[in-house]
């Protein structure tokens, strides 16, 4: 195995590319297009489900006669957070209902894009009371709810129908604006790093690959999916030779949380139970035998294409391979050597076959091939011996030679 040379000008220039179109869930098209066309510059071929998740194979390149190696896949999403338009209100602004899992909180002030079926419109997302002027402190007292949220489109609007007018309708989908910075110092701040900084890391891991010629010794499926943020993602589109799935998203940095913003994450649990043991500390093992930064975690609200695929009933192993990052679902920010180490460490995981040997059989007849996770060292128990109970409560004068207890 070789630890390739990142190119992290390609992974910026990609990410911002990313950022650049709108893609929340359920309005990805144009974001499919855009990796369809970065896998052919690469030079890796793919193919499209109907609703449009990418599947890229990267071929491996070993001898022929190895033909039981699985394939491997790993799992980004191109969709993001977003929001829809639930009503027209009499004053012709609109009501909001998120898509995806994110408080409306980081809404509150956010600049948007209202899609319509035949145009486009900007706007603003305000809390209802939003003049300072006219309602004073009780702006800081508004709950924090979806209810409590409009967008005031940049148009003249002054109640329902005009609105209708402009093509406006329940049902149009409202993208915000990621505002994204680079800076010198290398962190990147963005709305939507969830997942576009995963989606660039694994194009980066790809175009390293191919460009080097190093050996890959089983099929690797690069899987971009489109619904993540909704829950399905990955269920639907994990083939039946692969073994192993790795799945790219984002880890939150936060007091209790292991993660951080300068290496890569490894959690060994999500909200979907614990992750595979065997292939989790493979992923470890290639951070610490290549000097790549890491972390260990738990994510207690968090769920992944990873866990996605196992809940639609795939027999695969599973691991999370996360890029650290402060205030996730928000304006979220990471740093670009995380990115790059994500890269290299999916370069060599390419790289590395499958976690166990035995996994290039689809079933085993016996257990004597069957993976151990402990040791017999570890499984061995240390009995303390106890006394005789019978012994403990035998009458006083039983069994004895010698006076009774107090006697003289």
């Given at each position: 195995?070789?630890?390739?040379?990142?190119?992290?000008?390609?992974?910026?220039?990609?990410?911002?590319?990313?950022?650049?179109?709108?893609?929340?869930?359920?309005?990805?098209?144009?974001?499919?297009?855009?990796?369809?066309?970065?896998?052919?510059?690469?030079?890796?071929?793919?193919?499209?489900?109907?609703?449009?998740?990418?599947?890229?194979?990267?071929?491996?390149?070993?001898?022929?006669?190895?033909?039981?190696?699985?394939?491997?896949?790993?799992?980004?999403?191109?969709?993001?957070?977003?929001?829809?338009?639930?009503?027209?209100?009499?004053?012709?602004?609109?009501?909001?209902?998120?898509?995806?899992?994110?408080?409306?909180?980081?809404?509150?002030?956010?600049?948007?894009?209202?899609?319509?079926?035949?145009?486009?419109?900007?706007?603003?997302?305000?809390?209802?009371?939003?003049?300072?002027?006219?309602?004073?402190?009780?702006?800081?007292?508004?709950?924090?709810?979806?209810?409590?949220?409009?967008?005031?489109?940049?148009?003249?609007?002054?109640?329902?129908?005009?609105?209708?007018?402009?093509?406006?309708?329940?049902?149009?989908?409202?993208?915000?604006?990621?505002?994204?910075?680079?800076?010198?110092?290398?962190?990147?701040?963005?709305?939507?790093?969830?997942?576009?900084?995963?989606?660039?890391?694994?194009?980066?891991?790809?175009?390293?690959?191919?460009?080097?010629g190093v050996t890959v010794p089983m099929?690797?499926?690069?899987?971009?999916t489109i619904t993540e943020e909704v829950?399905?993602?990955?269920?639907?589109?994990?083939?039946?030779?692969?073994?192993?799935?790795?799945?790219?998203?984002?880890?939150?940095?936060?007091?209790?949380?292991?993660?951080?913003?300068?290496?890569?994450?490894?959690?060994?649990?999500?909200?979907?139970?614990?992750?595979?043991?065997?292939?989790?500390?493979?992923?470890?093992?290639?951070?610490?035998?290549?000097?790549?930064?890491?972390?260990?975690?738990?994510?207690?609200?968090?769920?992944?294409?990873?866990?996605?695929?196992?809940?639609?009933?795939?027999?695969?192993?599973?691991?999370?391979?996360?890029?650290?990052?402060?205030?996730?679902?928000?304006?979220?920010?990471?740093?670009?050597?995380?990115?790059?180490?994500?890269?290299?460490?999916?370069?060599?995981?390419?790289?590395?076959?499958?976690?166990?040997?035995?996994?290039?059989?689809?079933?085993?007849?016996?257990?004597?091939?069957?993976?151990?996770?402990?040791?017999?060292?570890?499984?061995?128990?240390?009995?303390?011996?106890?006394?005789?109970?019978?012994?403990?409560?035998?009458?006083?004068?039983?069994?004895?030679?010698?006076?009774?207890?107090?006697?003289?």
């Open positions: 195995m070789e630890k390739l040379k990142i190119d992290a000008d390609y992974l910026k220039t990609t990410l911002l590319e990313l950022l650049a179109i709108p893609s929340p869930a359920g309005l990805t098209d144009a974001v499919v297009h855009y990796t369809g066309t970065q896998l052919d510059a690469i030079g890796v071929p793919y193919e499209l489900t109907r609703r449009g998740t990418i599947r890229a194979v990267l071929r491996r390149n070993i001898p022929e006669r190895r033909k039981n190696m699985p394939a491997c896949a790993i799992v980004a999403h191109l969709d993001t957070l977003g929001a829809m338009v639930r009503e027209i209100k009499p004053s012709g602004r609109l009501a909001l209902s998120p898509i995806g899992t994110w408080s409306s909180r980081w809404a509150e002030g956010g600049r948007v894009t209202l899609f319509t079926e035949h145009g486009r419109h900007r706007g603003s997302v305000l809390p209802l009371m939003a003049a300072g002027h006219v309602y004073n402190e009780a702006i800081d007292t508004q709950p924090v709810t979806w209810d409590q949220v409009e967008v005031r489109v940049d148009e003249t609007i002054d109640n329902a129908d005009d609105a209708r007018a402009l093509g406006i309708q329940v049902g149009d989908y409202v993208a915000f604006d990621p505002t994204p910075e680079l800076l010198e110092n290398g962190f990147i701040v963005s709305r939507y790093l969830d997942d576009k900084a995963g989606v660039a890391a694994v194009l980066a891991a790809l175009k390293a690959v191919v460009d080097s099929d690797c499926h690069a899987v971009f829950g399905s993602g990955a269920r639907a589109v994990i083939e039946s030779d692969v073994s192993e799935v790795i799945g790219i998203d984002i880890a939150p940095v936060a007091p209790g949380q292991g993660s951080r913003e300068h290496g890569v994450t490894i959690p060994l649990m999500d909200s979907a139970g614990p992750h595979d043991y065997h292939l989790t500390r493979r992923m470890l093992k290639l951070c610490d035998d290549h000097g790549i930064p890491s972390y260990r975690d738990v994510f207690r609200f968090y769920h992944s294409d990873a866990g996605a695929a196992v809940s639609a009933g795939h027999d695969v192993r599973t691991a999370l391979v996360c890029f650290g990052t402060d205030a996730t679902h928000g304006y979220e920010r990471t740093h670009l050597s995380v990115l790059v180490h994500l890269a290299e460490l999916l370069a060599l995981y390419v790289q590395s076959g499958p976690a166990r040997s035995e996994d290039r059989q689809r079933r085993l007849d016996s257990v004597d091939e069957f993976s151990h996770q402990l040791d017999a060292n570890q499984l061995e128990r240390s009995d303390t011996p106890l006394p005789d109970a019978g012994e403990l409560v035998q009458p006083p004068d039983e069994g004895r030679t010698g006076g009774t207890r107090g006697e003289e």
